[in-house]
Structures are given as structure tokens and as C-alpha cells.
């Protein structure tokens, strides 16, 4: 059996938190600057691993000793959730390739995943756009894995897991898409096939031969 797996943010769908906040920012005036500075980012990928609950990351989202006047103007982390879910779209290209997929997953007899560090608001996601779940047979998510990418753990996880239904599994039998060359190094060496994203529209000119090649 082989086994394609996709990133899923900025690779299936658009990431729906940069543009809220970049609508914040042009209303308010802050700066991306403050804003990163104000972050506890341990805190998100705490909530990414699946380690902290949503009351917990809304409660530690920022740091303690920001000056009162800059508290004021951050935006609060229940409204950008609000309001980062009130769609997701999928990027171009996106939802033509699926459909296509999904057939030659049929008659080519594979599989397809999706590997992603996500938080447990994946499901809002899949709310928004029930034809993942329709078109994905895996689903894997960093807050489930308890590990993010690119932590080598992380992989082998995924891949105990899918040998779980396919003992004859190899490495090379695993072809990962991502948009972050970073997240396919680690895929690269435990001998996985790594496919770097760079839009739908180069994916979807290259998925022929990509699929030849890896079938």
C-alpha cells in the first residue's frame, strides 16, 4: 500500500488566523512586532500538542507583564478564534486536485492523510470543510500524536500507526507534502518520499509525474 500524506495549513486550506489578526492590526494600529512580542509561543505549541485545554491557552495566550497599555489594545484570543472560524477556505487549485485524487486513489489503490501540527480546532476545520473528511482516509494531528513536526517522534508515530493496517508498510511507501522544507528533512531521513508545496497550481501541473514516479 502506499500512502500520501498533506500538510494542512497553507498547503490544503488558508491558515485563517494571519488574515483576523492583520485586520486587527490595521484597526487598532498594533504592530506585528507587539504582537509576537506579546505571545507566549510555549503556550501554542503546548495547545498544539494536546498538553494544555483552550481555557488554559486563552488564560496564558499572553505574557503576564505586558504594560497595562498595550494589554488594552491586544486583541483578545476568544475573538480571534471567533472570528478565524467564520470560514475556511481552501487554497486555489485545492479542491480540484482532491477530486482528483480521491479517483485515482480508487483505481490506483492508495491511500490518502493528512500529517499536520494542529490544535484540537481542527475540528472546526473539518466543520467548515466537510470534504476533507470525505476525501482523507488518515488524519493525524499533533495535538492527538502529543509530538509537533519537525520532531523526528513525530513521523514515527505515524508511521507505527499506519503499519498498524499495513504491516508490509516501508518508509518509501510514505509520500509527504508540506509547505515547509523544514517539516520534510525529518521525513526525508527515516526514508519517506517529501514533496515541497508550493502552491496548487505547480501541484497540480506536477501531480502526474508525481504520481507515476511514486507509484
Keep these: 500500500m502506499k500512502i500520501?500524506?498533506?500538510?494542512?495549513?497553507?498547503?490544503?486550506?488558508?491558515?485563517?488566523?494571519?488574515?483576523?489578526?492583520?485586520d486587527i492590526m490595521r484597526r487598532t494600529g498594533l504592530s506585528r512586532r507587539d504582537f509576537r512580542g506579546a505571545r507566549r509561543h510555549e503556550v501554542f505549541e503546548d495547545f498544539e500538542r494536546g498538553e494544555v485545554s483552550e481555557a488554559e491557552f486563552f488564560r496564558n495566550f499572553y505574557r503576564l507583564d505586558l504594560e497595562p497599555?498595550?494589554?488594552?489594545?491586544?486583541?483578545?484570543?476568544?475573538l480571534l478564534k471567533k472570528r478565524m472560524f467564520r470560514s475556511v477556505s481552501f487554497l486555489p487549485e485545492i479542491p480540484e486536485i482532491l477530486t482528483k485524487l480521491a479517483e485515482e486513489a480508487v483505481s490506483r489503490n492508495f491511500r490518502l492523510g493528512i500529517a499536520s501540527n494542529y490544535s484540537r480546532w481542527y475540528r472546526?476545520?473539518?466543520?467548515?470543510?466537510?470534504?476533507?473528511?470525505?476525501a482523507?482516509?488518515?488524519?493525524?494531528?499533533?495535538?492527538?500524536?502529543?509530538?509537533r513536526k519537525p520532531e523526528p517522534d513525530y513521523y514515527g508515530h505515524i508511521e507505527t500507526s499506519l503499519q498498524r493496517d499495513w504491516p508490509d508498510?516501508?518508509?518509501?511507501?510514505?509520500?509527504?507534502?508540506?509547505?515547509?522544507?523544514?517539516?520534510l528533512t525529518p521525513a526525508r531521513e527515516r526514508g519517506w518520499k517529501a514533496y515541497l508545496f508550493r502552491g496548487g497550481q505547480e501541484l497540480k501541473q506536477?501531480?502526474?509525474?508525481?504520481?507515476?514516479?511514486?507509484?
Design 4 to 22: 500520501l500524506l498533506f500538510d494542512l495549513m497553507d498547503t490544503l486550506v488558508r491558515d485563517p488566523f494571519f488574515p483576523v489578526l492583520g
Design 69 to 78: 497599555g498595550l494589554r488594552e489594545v491586544l486583541p483578545s484570543p476568544r
Design 124 to 134: 472546526e476545520v473539518l466543520a467548515h470543510r466537510p470534504e476533507i473528511e470525505g
Design 136 to 147: 482523507f482516509h488518515y488524519l493525524f494531528f499533533s495535538c492527538e500524536l502529543g509530538i
Design 169 to 183: 508498510l516501508r518508509p518509501e511507501d510514505i509520500l509527504f507534502l508540506d509547505d515547509r522544507e523544514g517539516n
Design 206 to 215: 506536477a501531480l502526474p509525474s508525481l504520481l507515476d514516479d511514486f507509484l
